[in-house]
């Protein structure tokens, strides 16, 4: 069963930390360029980053540029999203995807 699975996601403070997992199964990572993407309440789905699996070059949207980290570990078969310095604007739902399988997405809330 190909699946992917979000976690990581939490509530922490303004100017906080975390870093979201995203875990496949079923099938492996090492072939596919991995995109992260969020979505807040009332808002569309936002493409936030993505990875290559061929040379490992990174996309990242202006507003999380300098914050953000996208990684792999294809040994892990996970893909990463290091976060720092949040702001209460990065509140969403955050979900990874090969751009046909999504995951079901982990909560990252910002707030003091």
């Known amino acids: 069963q190909v699946q992917l699975v979000e976690s990581g996601g939490g509530l922490v403070q303004p100017g906080g930390s975390l870093r979201l997992s995203c875990a496949a199964s079923?099938?492996?990572?090492?072939?596919?360029?991995i995109g992260w993407f969020r979505q807040a309440p009332g808002k569309e789905r936002e493409g936030v980053s993505c990875?290559?699996?061929?040379?490992?070059?990174?996309y990242y949207v202006d507003s999380v540029k300098g914050r953000f980290t996208i990684s792999r570990d294809n040994a892990k078969n996970t893909v990463y999203l290091q976060m720092n310095r949040l702001k209460p604007e990065d509140t969403a739902v955050y979900y990874c995807?090969?751009?046909?399988?999504w995951g079901q997405g982990t909560q990252v809330t910002v707030s003091s």
């Open positions: 079923g099938f492996t990572l090492d072939y596919f360029a």
């Open positions: 995807t090969t751009g046909r399988a």
């Open positions: 990875i290559s699996n061929s040379d490992g070059s990174t």
